[in-house]
């Protein structure tokens, strides 16, 4: 008869202990809280909900195309924001292009921005823009045009040209031309810089 009332009792005893244990657990929450800092606090982005509601917006946008002249080419950015004014052309944020080329070289265009209008099919770079190709040479521009549909390349402004021993400043450059026939146009007090010993 003993067992019976040991367990009356146990159970008895933990009506009380837990409900007070349960309440000596929060207070000391209570007592041992800091005060909030503003600077833990989770971080938000300032963004103008208005213009996300009326902007038209692609984040890491990537399209891929065949040029005039058959060859493919990629393009990617950080972010694209259709305009306003013109919804045919987009304004791009980190701008990276790939374009094969028929004889296996790779060309590279990095940019700051870019606008693309899709109607006149031209790329428009602006801000450190930088072309390499896989061969060695590289291109840097504060702005440069390609029209994807032939696949001609202008800057109105200053280019350097950098490759295997040589280096040309100029104060603006056009290539025209198929691939294989191409043609550049350095203009605006060239100047080379050969090494002949490369």
């Known amino acids: 008869m003993a067992g019976p009332n040991r367990y009356s009792t146990l159970v008895s005893w933990a009506k009380v202990l837990l409900p007070l244990t349960a309440l000596g657990l929060l207070s000391t929450l209570f007592l041992f809280s800091r005060t909030p800092n503003p600077q833990d606090a989770l971080l938000f982005n300032d963004v103008d909900i208005g213009q996300l509601g009326t902007e038209r917006r692609l984040t890491e946008p990537r399209f891929a195309g065949i040029l005039g002249d058959g060859q493919p080419v990629t393009l990617t950015a950080d972010r694209a924001v259709q305009r306003m004014d013109d919804p ?3 304004q791009m944020d980190r701008v990276e292009t790939e374009v094969a080329l028929k004889d296996g070289e ?3 265009l990095t940019a700051d ?3 693309y209008d899709s ?3 031209i790329v428009d770079l602006t801000g450190a823009v930088n072309a390499q190709t896989t061969a060695g040479y590289q ?7 390609v029209a994807m549909a032939a696949m001609q390349m202008t800057s109105p402004g200053a ?3 950098r490759g295997p021993g040589m280096m040309l400043e100029a104060g603006a450059m ?3 031309g198929p691939e294989g026939q191409a043609l550049v146009h350095f203009t605006g007090g060239v100047r080379l810089l050969y090494d002949v010993q490369n």
């Open 113 to 115: 921005h870019g606008d």
């Open 159 to 161: 280019v350097m040209l």
């Open 174 to 176: 056009q290539l025209t």
């Open 106 to 108: 790779n060309l590279h």
């Open 139 to 145: 291109l840097m521009s504060e702005r440069i045009l």
């Open 88 to 90: 045919n052309t987009l």
């Open 119 to 121: 109607l006149a099919q």
